[in-house]
């Protein structure tokens, strides 16, 4: 019996690109059944529809793309070649945007909702889990 999973870590990079590689992770276990079902919800949306946007794709073509199977960088290729292909500085500042993403975004309820979620997994105490990033590392059990 195959145990529901957890997507690989936002911090995974794809062609320098970070949380792409785990889209596309939700996308392949979910198509097997195996994708933990509090992750269902939130396909195609939040980070997952802010990397779509990135990369000028529609998360359903995408998905189709993922289930016809190849590596992750064939994927990115396919993007680049359909969507958007963004330049050095737009993948950095991507990057940084993502890795910092709910720390000090009040303006935008990122940080309540990364609250709210630390506290629905019994988080809430930990004060080191200042990003989303930081949060997935320990609600799916990559750091203690």
């Known amino acids: 019996m195959n145990e529901d ?3 690989g870590t936002a911090f995974e990079s794809t062609g320098g690109i970070v949380y792409f590689a785990r889209m596309l992770d939700k996308m ?4 097997a059944g195996r994708l933990r079902a509090d992750f269902h919800p939130n396909l195609g949306s939040s980070f997952d ?3 779509c946007r990135f990369l000028g794709v529609e998360y359903p073509a995408l998905r189709q793309r993922v289930l016809a199977g190849g590596s992750d960088d064939d994927i990115l290729a396919w993007c680049y070649s ?3 292909r963004p330049d050095d500085e737009q993948i950095l500042v991507w990057n940084k945007f993502m890795l910092k993403r709910g720390w000090r975004d009040e303006d935008d309820g990122s940080t ?3 609250e709210s979620y630390k506290a629905a997994s019994g988080l809430a105490h930990r ?3 200042l990003t989303f990033f ?7 059990g990559r750091k203690p």
């Open 127 to 129: 004060t080191d889990l």
């Open 134 to 140: 930081d949060y997935y590392e320990v609600d799916e």
């Open 28 to 31: 392949r276990l979910h198509s």
């Open 5 to 7: 999973q957890t997507p």
């Open 82 to 84: 359909t969507g958007t």
């Open 112 to 114: 309540q909702a990364l």
């Open 49 to 51: 529809a802010d990397c």
